[in-house]
């Protein structure tokens, strides 16, 4: 089992900036895909960015120039910068890891994966945490 707590979410005005952090333990896998996803309530959950085993990173196109997604393999960690944010993004922010097959056991590995687990349905990534609240004001 992988555990994942993220942390950094807030209340920031239009075009701050903010940075969530996801701190990973238990039986970590370096060569885990790991990534972002956001849920407005009563919407469905969308991928935001992605980074693969190699350090290749997808992103969302309603985020791309503004978020950067980063890890810190030695301390299990992953990052989101968030700049130039706007109210849209207000939502619950997700931390996911280890990305697999939808809907199997089947561990899938490499940046195909990694990039599909984003926005499915053939990937997934199974491994959640609670998710920090991200809310920008106009």
């Known amino acids: 089992q992988v555990q994942l707590v993220e942390t950094g979410g807030g209340s920031v005005e239009a075009a701050g900036s903010l940075t969530l952090s996801c701190a990973a333990s238990g039986r970590v896998d370096s060569s885990y895909c790991m990534g972002w996803f956001r849920q407005i309530p009563g919407k469905d959950r969308e991928g935001v960015a992605a980074?693969?085993?190699?350090?290749?990173?997808n992103y969302a196109d309603f985020v791309k120039g503004r978020f950067t997604v980063s890890k810190d393999k030695a301390k299990n960690t992953l990052y989101l910068e968030m700049n130039n944010l706007k109210p849209e993004d207000t939502a619950m922010y997700y931390c996911?890891?280890?990305?697999?097959?939808?809907?199997?056991?089947?561990?899938?590995?490499?940046?195909?994966?990694?990039?599909?687990?984003?926005?499915?349905?053939?990937?997934?990534?199974?491994?959640w945490g609670q998710g920090t609240q991200v809310t920008v004001s106009s």
């Open positions: 980074i693969d085993m190699d350090g290749t990173t």
């Open positions: 996911a890891a280890e990305a697999r097959i939808s809907g199997t056991a089947m561990r899938a590995l490499g940046t195909q994966a990694c990039r599909g687990a984003l926005s499915g349905p053939q990937y997934e990534l199974v491994y």
